[in-house]
């Protein structure tokens, strides 16, 4: 395989639109045998000019990350375009490229990286170096024209350019941003890639102003289609990225319906890219290990090819009439052994709705949109700011109950508010938080609401939604020793629970995976958009924990009260989460085994505080609902006098036509 700038220039002279998509490596092993299914089935349908591929999480994974690497271009024939970062020592950067090259690889992303979650500011590792430029001068110094090196552009400017002051940048910020730019071509860059954009017209004018200051490398714009409103917000947010108004109304007018959303994001997509390809402009898509949007992209813009070159050895001939058949293949490498001819085509819509927190595990979008290095630009916030400095466990208690009141915007966990299905829930939450289940995941049961319901409602129209409720949740060994015991006697729950050092609690008789939501819709098999999954369970389970360490523990001084409270926390607290499976009885309720679990610790001094807080608590009920009762009674007594009104003025209009009809008459009669 060669080097993707050549393939550029080549496209250039020919007219041809170059076309290359964004892949991030898969969190489990069986997401990454279907990452590189996805992979070989996209790049066999839509054949694109080449692909990157991310290296997660402040490299994590290099050993993963070059054999995917390599098997997509040595076994696929796709040329691959490798990220890497700063944020290693020369020393280990110098091994890591010796062992790209080895692997027969060619290209590299080379790009400073972002603060860690956690840190403020970038700051160099010790040998490393302090940014992009430099990394590249290394590059070429040790290998010379051997690799062909991409670069980053930012059309709206490198996003810590906005977060302090966090204002958008100045005229000359952007200037300067991209004289930067061009100190990466001068450095030996081949090539640009932009950060994603919305505003297209922003981005043609950008590269104009690049091409006037002496830019005269490729660019390449990156586009993020549209999937869901939600993954719309949280890109948008913390990348700074700039929407034209009729974009965010229109979405906003659709949030509620996936399906809806995720139509106009496509025609946005078409659209978008048919004005790119009008000022000769390539695409490269950041496709979140997502086909079927991408492929109907492309598709309304007419550049998908029905043949292609061979996707590796020989796998594929051409038959008698001349079209592409596949072989029958003897032999593949470890990773295709077992893979079966039909599995991608039942499975090509399997990710129309991206994976949360509980997707598929096998599916190669599984994981949080945390994981995505994307996640790392979101703006900083000031945390000890935002969880104050607790000193005690009930200190930590009260933040999780004040952002289930709304009063604290976010948690390391939870990005967002409370969801609008979890607000039906939102006063039983309140109170098992208050004592100590700290949550950080749930859902009400729902049985078949219509699939348009402004709360619970996703998928499309004309559906009906099915959910079992679930709560996922930090706990005391305490509360857990006694939760573990209560469980015994409530068979329609199932629990699966981790500490920190792998301890391990379970009902469940081995590897499962249970359906917690569901959708029926009119000409379509049903929908199961997230699982319960165990083995997705104990991947998630070192994120959850260590998010109490980056992102809470580290807002504060390590020899501090509140940083050794929060290592405290993830050394001993448990993480749980339960299901109900009787979803369709509407007596069964989630929260009675936290009920019976708090209150078997509770004095009678404390239940009777207990009681009368819910007494409280109707009674403000009891109120609203006669104040709500006297409006409507009001209302009603308006609505009756309106219709008394225009009974009287239909009368009126009615005696006045009649009067009409007369004198036109006498008038008709005097005539004659």
């Known amino acids: 395989m060669g080097k993707i700038i050549d393939r550029l220039k080549e496209n250039e002279k020919t007219g041809t639109p170059s076309v290359s998509f964004e892949f991030f490596p898969a969190k489990t092993d069986d997401g990454v045998f279907n990452l590189l299914n996805r992979v070989e089935e996209m790049g066999f349908e839509l054949q694109p000019t080449f692909v990157t591929l991310t290296w997660r999480s402040a490299f ?4 993963l990350w070059l054999k995917i690497g390599s098997h997509i271009q040595n076994e696929f024939k796709i040329d691959v375009l490798m990220h890497l970062t700063c944020h290693l020592p020369r020393d280990q950067l110098r091994e890591i490229l010796k062992n790209v090259r080895a692997a027969g690889i060619r290209n590299i992303l080379a790009l400073r990286g972002d603060p860690p979650i956690g840190s403020e500011r970038w700051k160099p590792v010790p040998g490393g170096f302090h940014n992009a430029v430099e990394l590249i001068r290394f590059i070429r110094e040790e290998h010379g024209d051997w690799f062909c090196i991409a670069a980053a552009g930012y059309a709206e400017v490198h996003t810590e350019a906005w977060n302090n002051p966090n204002l958008p940048p100045s005229d000359q910020v952007r200037h300067l941003d991209m004289i930067r730019l061009k100190e990466k071509q001068d450095a ?15 981005l043609i004018q950008w590269t104009r102003d690049c091409r006037a200051l002496g830019i005269k490398i490729p660019i390449l714009p990156g586009y993020l289609p549209v999937q869901t409103y939600n993954s719309f917000l949280k890109f948008t947010n913390w990348c700074k990225t700039s929407v034209p108004p009729q974009v965010e109304d229109a979405l906003a007018s659709i949030k509620n319906d996936d399906a809806a959303v995720k139509k106009y994001g496509i025609q946005l997509a078409v659209d978008t890219c048919r004005k790119l390809l009008a000022n000769s402009l390539s695409l490269h898509f950041y496709t979140m290990n997502l086909a079927s949007t991408v492929r109907t992209v492309l598709e309304g813009l007419a550049l998908i090819k029905h ?8 796998p594929i001939s051409r ?14 490498p470890i990773f295709w052994s077992n893979r079966a001819s039909s599995y991608i085509a039942r499975t090509s819509e399997w990710d129309d709705f991206p994976n949360g927190r509980w997707g598929d595990r096998t599916s190669p979008a599984y994981g949080e949109l945390s994981e995505y290095y994307l996640a790392y630009k979101r703006p900083k916030v000031a945390r000890d700011q935002l969880w104050g400095r607790p000193e005690t466990e009930q200190d930590v208690w009260n933040v999780f109950v004040k952002f289930i009141e709304g009063s604290v915007k976010q948690l390391p966990w939870c990005e967002q508010g409370l969801s609008g299905e979890s607000t039906i829930i939102r006063e039983n939450l309140r109170w098992i938080n208050s004592m ?4 950080i995941n749930s859902q009400p049961r729902i049985n078949g609401a219509p699939s348009e319901d402004p709360s619970v409602g996703w998928g499309g129209k004309d559906g009906f939604v099915f959910q079992k409720a679930y709560v996922e949740f930090f706990v005391p060994p305490h509360l857990m020793q006694r939760l573990v015991v209560a469980l015994a006697d409530y068979p329609n729950l199932s629990y699966h629970a981790f500490s920190a050092n792998g301890t391990e609690y379970t009902n469940s008789p081995g590897p499962s995976v249970t359906a917690v939501t569901w959708g029926v819709f009119p000409g379509k098999e049903i929908i199961q958009p997230t699982v319960v999954d165990t083995a997705s369970f104990a991947a998630w389970k070192d994120e959850a924990f260590e998010l109490w360490l980056s992102q809470w523990a580290s807002a504060y001084d390590s020899d501090s009260t509140s940083h050794h409270l929060i290592k405290n926390i993830y050394d001993n607290y448990v993480l749980v989460n339960i299901v109900d499976n009787d979803y369709t009885n509407e007596d069964s309720d989630i929260f009675k085994i936290f009920a019976r679990v708090i209150t078997e610790g509770m004095t009678k001094d404390d239940l009777r505080q207990r009681v009368l807080e819910l007494e409280g608590k109707n009674e403000k009920l009891h109120e609203t609902v006669a104040k709500l009762k006297i409006i409507q009674s009001e ?7 309106l219709h008394s009104e225009l009974s009287s003025s239909r009368e009126e209009n009615n005696r006045l036509k009649a009067q009409l009809r007369d004198m036109r008459s006498r008038l008709a009669m005097a005539e004659l």
């Open 307 to 314: 043949e292609r070159g061979l996707p590796w050895g020989a």
């Open 60 to 63: 994590k994974d290099e050993k």
């Open 635 to 641: 209302a009603n007594r308006e609505l009756k006098d």
């Open 436 to 439: 100590g289940f700290l949550t």
């Open 188 to 202: 030996g860059a081949d090539f640009i890639i932009t950060q994603f954009f919305f505003d297209v017209d922003k």
């Open 319 to 332: 038959s008698k009439d001349g079209t592409w058949e596949k072989n029958i293949e003897q032999v593949r």
